[in-house]
């Protein structure tokens, strides 16, 4: 099982947990961290090959901003034995505001790190405080200064809409705090109240809520240059997209590393376990940590493709259409949803507000 043009590393602490949250990550309690850094090494050393050299790297979470200037240079010089960078294009780390400095940046870039995804969320107080995040909003604009400032990177800001009781003002006032920092990227996630975490209880804003809330971003983001380019992400050149996330939608193979992490190689979707003491412990031993692996089927790598495709504006090629559904592309092109050239189908902006009704027409 090998691939790497694609590598996808979690670093699964955080200062403290956030009550929306659903990803794999824990404080770093009692962790020893020269051994968490030593078990990626290691994995990459039996998942990836020998000298492979990746287009792009991604450092999810969790918080990778929390790593020390010494726990990374250790973790990049350990990956450096087995990986060749000359052919990264793009090297993203994700950071919390606030959670770093002008000499941590300049180590990031002395690194190569060449894009930093910011969870800033929100720029009113208030909504910061209700989802339990422990900056301010005066934090993001520093930290996107000194990002530019010091480390020369491209920079997204993640921000986050339909929190319960949200109004449209409110959400404006957001966006056009981000636009104020002058971002690269800007990522528009809606809030999911998900299972098992302390927000699954409250009441999400109906639909006509979130449709409104969605094309004011939209409106808003590209009133101001900013391309809309999947459903919830917004670039303002061509070459501020996400290249590591356009590979994922593109259905691309892609290796992940880390406790939690999950991979595609090779037709095989494996997913390593949500424990970074076993991952740790498994890994000092030789062995890969433990997880699931299962082969990913013709039928549901199709309806994957169909499924993140129409999440772009890149769309789908028309070879992933049945035959028995080709009929119906004039009128989803009258409707205004989607565009058709030779080759490929591709959503309009409203198409994307739409994708998953979209998708359901062709899986
Ligand atoms: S900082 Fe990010 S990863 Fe950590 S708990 Fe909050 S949302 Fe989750």
Redesign the pocket.
Known sequence: MQAAEHIYIHIPF?HR??P??A?Y?HTPGATNMRGFVQALVDEAQLRLPCAAAPQTLYFG???PSMLSPTHLQLLIDGLQQRLDFSQLREWTLEA?PATFTASKVRHWRKLGITRVSL?AQSFLESELLFLGRDHSPADIARSVHLLREEGGMQVNIDLMFCLPNQSAAAWKHSLEQALACRPDHISTYSLTLEPGTPFATLTAPGEETQVQLYSLAHDLLTSADFRHYEVSNYARSASARSLHNLSCWRGEDYTGLGPGACGTVRGVRYENAHDTARYIASLAQGQLPPGSASPLFPAQRRTELIALGLRTDEGIPLSLIPPDRLPILPSLVSEGLCSLSPTRLCPTPRGLLLADELALQFI
């Open positions: 955080c947990v956030c929306y949250c990803f990550k979470g969790g918080t919390n969870g």
